[in-house]
Structure formats: structure tokens, C-alpha cells
């Protein structure tokens, strides 16, 4: 799973069996759902609110999210699109756990990765006055 915190506010593994133990803050989960071994779902939840805390739960396919995993089953991958993502610093954090598990174990929880999101804008730019250049070469010829 990766949990993104990039506002203040957020979800809290100590009120959450959904939530990492140590993570405080999050406002976004990217997971994969298994039973005995096979894929079952995979979704993005955003933190919706409450004590107890709430989240919506959308397809990563609806949202263009591409998902991975190794033949053994031992790693999963996501690329997830910035546009899904605000601009600005986040911290990202991956965690396994068992959520059925009343006692909610964590087998892993990575460090969390400050990552900068910026909007493509020069991407943009270069892309319209090429167009205006070709219409301009147009009107010319």
C-alpha cells in the first residue's frame, strides 16, 4: 500500500485498522487487495473525514492507475499520474499489513519519501507556440 500525506489533517493508524502502525496523517491510500494469494481489488481511497476514519474508495483503473506485480508475488508496483496528486511536497510511505487481523500487524512500513509534485507547465508552453508557429507558417504560405 502506499500512504500519502501532503495535508494537514488526515487519517491516523491509531484510530484506523487501515493505517500502518506510526503513519499519522494520511490523506491518500493506493492498495491492492488479496485473498489466498490471488488479486481481488485494487483502489485509491482519499481520507474523507471522522474520528474513525472514513475514506471513498475509487478504481485505480478509473483513474489511469497502472499496477504490477511480480510473478512471485512479492512486489507490486504502481505508477500513479501526477494530475491525480496536488502540486507541491509530500511525504510517501509504503506499508504492508493485515487488516483482518484485530491486532492489525504491520510487516513493513518504508520511511517516508519527500517527493515534490510541480505541474508540467513549460511542457504546455512549448507545445502551444509550436502550434501558433505552424499556423503562423500557414498563413504565409
Do not use: C
Amino acid at each position: 500500500m502506499l500512504n500519502f500525506d501532503y495535508q494537514s489533517g488526515g487519517a491516523n493508524a491509531n484510530a484506523s485498522y487501515y493505517i500502518a502502525s506510526g503513519l499519522t496523517g494520511i490523506d491518500e491510500l493506493i492498495d491492492a487487495h488479496y485473498f489466498q494469494n490471488v488479486l481481488v481489488a485494487r483502489h485509491d481511497h482519499n481520507y474523507i473525514g471522522g474520528l474513525d476514519p472514513m475514506f471513498d474508495n475509487t478504481s485505480q483503473s478509473s483513474l489511469n492507475i497502472n499496477f504490477n506485480t511480480d510473478v512471485t508475488g512479492t512486489q507490486l508496483e504502481w505508477e500513479v499520474p501526477g494530475g491525480i496528486l496536488p502540486d507541491g511536497v509530500m511525504n510517501v510511505y509504503g506499508s504492508t499489513l493485515n487488516p483482518s487481523d484485530s491486532s492489525k500487524s504491520t510487516y513493513d512500513v518504508t520511511d517516508g519519501l519527500a517527493i515534490t509534485i510541480v505541474p508540467e507547465s513549460s511542457s504546455i508552453a512549448l507545445w502551444v507556440m509550436g502550434a501558433a508557429a505552424l499556423g503562423l507558417r500557414r498563413r504565409r504560405a
